[in-house]
């Protein structure tokens, strides 16, 4: 029936007969469709850009790329800080430390290489590049233009299919439709030369997240600047950017693994030289020198055999001598962040700042915490001041006896542990300043403390009278809770004020050290001896600097008096007697004859500290113009400190860093109204010092 059906109105507007595709016909729709991807895309695009906040960023991003410059205190470069984690939490690929360098300073067979291999037509195109962008779309990689990569490593970083963890078509389809909206206007608004420039500055190398820019990859993977990468390590480098991580090899990797993962880079290097020859970019010569070249990254163990073109890999693993320090800024940049922000200044708009660290004595702290032989899992962390103002001249942290960099693993400033007898000095500090002296007396005999019996760390009870003084150096507990318990809400006034806080859980005499801090607070603490019995807040940053150059204004927390000076000095006396008295629990840091010899015998005074479950050591020390404090143990406060460190007092050897620093104060006048008897500084007969009201304090 329905095949005998006819249209009885055959001209009809209302039914129209199909008109038959043409070429032109064909053509039309084409463009329509055309026209109706392109505005999709820049639909899809804006919203992208409007979204992530990028299309704000973009026009800042000179600036944004543009890491500050960190000196020490004697202007001796100690790395940069990048910007670009600003605000980002999730963006941790490009954002570490590498210096920028202009195009001047790379080698021109790196950028050829770079150019010719990821973006052969970068100078003739306006940001995109249209006859690469439908594979672009399709795959999600290969082809992204220089301008578009750029904007991935940098604002586009920690947003839709990158740095995120997540995967997805629609998600490669949105950022590839945003850097097609954004890449023109970054080649429009800085020309191709400085974009070329900020690409290659910030290129993530050698695996995610852990180098950026070819500064930092020049030096880490053959130890040489930029200008002087040769053609085969040029061709080596661009070869990375598929896959940086697989340059990374461990020293347990099994050899077929690791000789297959650089074999993998080898094709990588001959690819790109091949596609340079092959574009008459380079000459047959230069092509057969390229090729062979046995290349040596320094993080791997290669044996070649062969010659020229048939040069080949035998075998590769990891170089056993490897040995990358990283910039002494790296594991500081969070820290100095955080107090540039602190002062109301925005990290983004800074170009230089001078820290208050010393580079030599940066680089010595740090080679002691992650000295051969560390245990796995033992965390350490370190501080030295400054006791004239606060400033922070080291500072490091380990774990394992790796350099820790995580602004949370940062032991030395967030480890907030039971401090234990590091205590004893300033509670003594608090009796000077209420009629005690050195020389007071005290018997070493059982005592108890809300109802719980006091013991030694050795056990046993002198039963005699002790001096303060002695009390201190054999690091009685029986004398620091009787001198403890009649102050005890004063010690807690002084101790939070110093930034210690108390353990709920722990129901024992502060007097013990109960209370928790770190060891930039306890270092900070102890210098207050030192410096006239100023506590001086800590602190890394000593000048700040726009991007212009120009000053910027600095608020400081400044110096609050703690002690009176005469009481200062007193218990800076004591703490030398804690180490040359006969007492002395630390007799190993008594200068040596070399350091008499030559000047070095500085005055050091200090104190060790162990919790009862030997989950923390402790130790702090003082010179003249220095304090430091050493921390060693669990963070999490479940395992015990390795046997070894405990009894060989690790965290006091490493106090005897001290003596090695440069020091303009050799020596400690006393202050008016101190004398001395039977060696021990005390107050002239008569003179009562006292104290500044402890913060809180009504």
């Known amino acids: 029936m329905w095949r005998r059906w006819r249209n009885p109105w055959p001209r009809t507007p209302f039914v129209r007969r199909p008109e038959p595709w043409t070429l032109a016909r064909a053509a039309r729709a084409g463009l329509a469709g055309v026209g109706v991807l392109t505005l999709g895309t820049l639909a899809l695009g804006v919203a992208g850009a409007v979204g992530t906040g990028a299309l704000a960023r973009v026009w800042n991003l000179r600036a944004e790329l543009q890491p500050i410059e960190v000196q020490d205190r004697r202007g001796a470069p100690l790395g940069v800080i990048d910007h670009c984690q600003e605000g980002n939490l999730t963006n941790a690929v490009p954002c570490r430390e590498s210096l920028s360098v202009p195009l001047s300073g790379v080698s021109p067979a790196f950028l050829l290489a770079y150019v010719a291999k990821e973006d052969v037509r970068f100078f003739s195109h306006a940001g995109v590049d249209l006859g690469r962008l439908p594979r672009a779309v399709l795959t999600g990689a290969g082809g992204s233009t220089i301008p578009m990569q750029l904007l991935k490593n940098s604002v586009l970083a920690g947003h839709f299919d990158y740095d995120t ?18 890449a023109p206007l970054v080649t429009w608004r800085y020309g191709r030369r400085e974009v070329l420039a900020m690409s290659v500055n910030s290129l993530p190398w050698i695996g995610i997240g852990q180098r950026k820019g070819i500064y930092d990859a020049a030096q880490a993977v053959f130890g040489v600047d930029p200008a002087d990468l040769t053609l085969a390590q040029s061709a080596f480098l661009v070869g990375l950017l598929p896959a940086p991580g697989r340059y990374l090899v461990a020293g347990d990797t099994p050899p077929e693994t690791a000789t297959a993962r650089f074999r993998w880079m080898r094709r990588q290097q001959l690819l790109t030289l091949n596609l340079l020859r092959a574009r008459g970019l380079i000459g047959e010569d ?9 290349l040596a990254p320094r993080l791997w163990q290669v044996v070649y055999a062969g ?4 040069l080949r890999v035998v075998s590769a693993r990891r170089n056993p001598g490897y040995d990358q320090t990283p910039e002494p800024v790296w594991a500081l940049q969070e820290l100095v962040r955080r107090e540039l922000r602190a002062g109301g200044l925005d990290p983004r708009r800074v170009g230089r700042v001078v820290l208050t660290l ?6 010595a702290l740090v080679s002691r915490l992650t000295a051969e032989g560390r245990q796995g899992g033992v965390a350490e962390g370190a501080a030295v001041v400054d006791v004239r103002g606060g400033g922070i001249v080291a500072l490091a942290s380990s774990t394992g006896g790796l350099q820790s960099s995580d602004p949370g693993r940062q032991w030395a400033v967030s480890a907030r542990r039971p401090v234990a007898s590091t205590v004893k000095p300033l509670l003594y500090a608090h009796a000077f300043g209420d009629g005690l002296t050195q020389l007071s007396t005290f018997p070493d005999a059982p005592t108890r403390y809300a109802g719980q019996a006091v013991r030694n760390s050795s056990g046993a009870f002198l039963g005699r009278a002790v001096t303060v003084r002695e009390a201190n150096a054999r690091s009685l507990n029986t004398v620091a809770v009787q001198v403890g318990t009649p102050r005890e809400e004063g010690l807690r006034r002084v101790l939070l004020g110093l930034d210690y806080r108390p353990d709920p859980e722990n129901r024992s005499s502060p007097a013990l050290g109960t209370f928790r801090a770190a060891p930039l607070a306890v270092a900070a603490a102890y210098a207050s001896f030192a410096g006239g019995g100023q506590r001086c807040a800590p602190h890394l940053l000593a000048e700040v600097y726009d991007r212009a150059g120009r ?4 608020p400081r927390a400044g110096c609050a008096p703690l002690w009176d000076e005469v009481v200062a000095y ?63 143990g669990d963070p999490a406060g479940v395992r015990s400190v390795p046997v070894t ?7 006091c050897r490493e106090v005897a860093l001290l003596r090695e ?5 050799l020596s400690l006048s006393p202050p008016p109204g101190i004398t001395r008897v039977g060696g021990a500084a005390v107050p002239l007969s008569g003179l009562r010092p006292r104290n500044p009201a402890p913060p809180g304090a009504p």
């Not at 949105?174 to 954004?182: G, H, N, P, S």
């Not at 000053?551 to 600095?554: R, T």
């Not at 200090?606 to 921390?631: E, F, H, I, L, R």
């Not at 620093?661 to 104060?665: G, N």
Request: glycine residues 6%.
């Open 165 to 182: 963890g997540r995967r997805g078509p629609w998600l490669t389809l949105r950022r590839k439709a945003t850097e097609f909206v954004l």
């Open 286 to 294: 230069a092509h057969r020198a390229a090729v062979g070249t046995p």
């Open 307 to 310: 010659s020229g073109p048939d």
């Open 358 to 363: 010393d580079a030599r004595a940066q680089a």
């Open 551 to 554: 000053p910027l204004p600095l």
């Open 570 to 632: 007193q218990t800076f006396d004591l703490l030398t007697g804690a180490v040359n008295d006969r007492a002395s629990h630390v007799p190993f840091l008594r200068p040596t004859l070399a350091q008499r010899l030559s000047g070095r015998a500085i005055p050091l005074g200090a104190k060790s500290g162990t919790t009862d479950d030997v989950n923390d050591t402790w130790c702090a020390a003082v010179t003249p113009q220095y304090a430091m404090a050493v921390w060693i």
């Open 645 to 651: 460190l405990y009894r060989e007092q690790t965290a």
């Open 661 to 665: 620093l440069p020091h303009d104060r």
